[in-house]
């Protein structure tokens, strides 16, 4: 079990880096060519700065296996590693509790026109159907 921010969003990055390794090689197999890397988001600027700088040394050992197996992919092209604010994040509307002015805008980035009123729809006349 992870105690740090650091250390889970670390593993957390390897989980997806190696979701998006085998998703990519589906995708080829099905004939599908892929361009370029993966984009992958983290709101962690710890995680970021130790991905994305090459002469970054990581501190934490307990964390060294998630670490070179996310700066292999990013070296050998497959993923790129960017950094997200919070307030765009659209994963903390699964994982946090966020004012209703934050989730409101989350969810209409995600979902445009979620939050407009249903359009009221009219019934068909069925009594064109009793004989």
């Not at 934490?60 to 070179?68: E, L, N, P, T």
């Not at 292999?72 to 659209?90: D, K």
Request: with cysteine; charged share 20%; proline share 4%.
């Amino acid at each position: 079990v992870e105690s740090s921010t650091f250390g889970s969003e670390f593993i957390a990055l390897r989980i997806a880096t190696e979701l998006c390794q085998g998703l990519r090689y589906k995708l080829r197999s099905f004939g599908i060519p892929i361009d370029g890397p993966t984009s992958i988001f983290v709101d962690n600027q710890s995680v970021f700065k130790n991905t994305t700088t090459p002469e970054s040394k990581l501190k934490k050992k307990h964390v060294a296996i998630c670490y070179h197996k996310v700066r292999e992919c990013i070296a050998a092209g497959w993923v790129q590693i960017g950094w997200i604010t919070s307030s765009m994040n659209l994963a903390d509307l699964f994982t946090k509790v966020l004012d209703a002015t934050t989730r409101s805008r989350l969810l209409e980035t995600m979902m445009p026109r979620w939050n407009t009123p249903a359009i009221e729809v009219s019934l068909v006349d069925v009594s064109i159907f009793d004989d």
